[in-house]
């Protein structure tokens, strides 16, 4: 049974910084691409930064220069250092897996940014 468990959002005032975890259970960890998307209220949920297995990383112009993607195999976890973070990166921001069709996410964590 695969999981994926997010932790480390927050409230936090623009400017700040704060690292999103994301603990894979179920799964052949290195294998997957992993990657981190958020969705607003009233938005569609977008891609934010992804990994693949090799650690060749992209991210959207919107978070590019301020966010970091990252993982560890060793602990099945990926990262997501997010800095300088401003009103409008404020979403539910959810892990997700995929190695060939196959697709999981998780649960989700909130993250709200104050002006």
């Known amino acids: 049974q695969v999981q994926l468990v997010e932790s480390g959002g927050g409230l936090v005032q623009a400017g700040g910084s704060l690292r999103l975890s994301c603990a894979a259970s179920g799964i052949t960890f290195s294998l997957n691409n992993m990657g981190w998307y958020r969705q607003a209220p009233g938005k569609q949920r977008e891609l934010v930064a992804r990994i693949d297995s090799y650690g060749n990383t992209n991210y959207a112009d919107s978070v590019k220069g301020r966010f970091t993607i990252s993982r560890d195999n060793a602990k099945n976890t990926v990262y997501l250092q997010m800095n300088s973070l401003k009103p409008e990166d404020t979403a539910v921001y959810y892990c997700?897996?995929?190695?060939?069709?196959?697709?999981?996410w998780g649960q989700g964590t909130q993250v709200t940014v104050s002006s």
């Open positions: 997700n897996r995929q190695f060939g069709p196959y697709n999981s």
